[in-house]
Antibody, heavy 119, light 108 residues
């Protein structure tokens, strides 16, 4: 079955960087676009960005454009989110999610990893 | 950008009640809409895609309808395990997603 497992969260200070990973299994990772979504404590869901199945195109929300970078390694079935210049507003649970939204093959999310930005 | 307006933001209901949650899109999105359920401390779980298609394994008391700009999620008979927060998600502008603000369903 489809499984997505995020890792790399933790506590960092404002201005620092952090790299999150998402390990994928149970489907052909190299055929699927992938999303990152976050949820600040007590708040709703915010889409952050997307990477095409082959990594050739990436899209970002305005709130993270220029600071966050999505990448993937199809040989390792791994998705990554590099986060730079973090602020307290970036404190959230970060989820990776499988694309294919319009089909029964979509709708899968990881369990999330918590990032806390605090001095 | 497409905006999604979800209502109500919260509701109180009893077990067995019929519950309806609405999402309105700022422009037509055909049927490119999903509904998600999220319980505290858990990842969102997709219930519906394509506005009305039930995700595999989801109980049939959940149903979705609508097209264009108006969409509804209906829970025909609320069960104890259904108390959660529900979000709509538009993917018409795929790969850019937009979520509704969420509806918290609480026990009356």
């Amino acid at each position: 079955q489809v499984q997505l497992v995020e890792s790399g969260g933790g506590v960092v200070q404002p201005g620092e960087s952090l790299r999150l990973s998402c390990a994928a299994s149970g489907f052909t990772f190299s055929n699927s676009g992938m999303h990152w979504v976050r949820q600040a404590p007590g708040k709703g869901l915010e889409w952050l960005g997307f990477i095409l199945f082959d990594g050739t195109r990436k899209y970002y929300a305005d709130s993270v454009k220029g600071r966050f970078t999505i990448s993937r390694d199809n040989s390792e079935n791994t998705l990554s989110l590099q986060m730079n210049s973090l602020t307290t507003d970036d404190t959230a649970v970060y989820y990776c999610a499988k694309g294919d939204s319009a089909t029964s093959q979509g709708g899968y999310w990881g369990q999330g990893t918590l990032v806390t930005v605090s001095s | 950008d497409i905006q999604m307006t979800q209502s109500p933001s919260s509701l109180s209901a009893s077990v067995g009640d019929r519950v309806i949650i609405t999402c309105r899109a700022s422009q037509g999105i055909r049927n490119d809409l999903g509904w998600y359920q999220q319980k505290p401390g858990k990842a969102p779980k997709r219930l519906i895609y394509g506005a009305s298609r039930l995700q595999s394994g989801v109980p049939s008391r959940f149903s979705g309808s609508g097209s264009g700009t108006e969409f509804t999620l209906t829970i025909s008979s609320l069960q104890p395990e259904d108390f959660a927060t529900y979000y709509c998600l538009q993917y018409n502008s795929d790969p850019q997603w937009t979520f509704g603000q969420g509806t918290k369903v609480e026990i009356k």
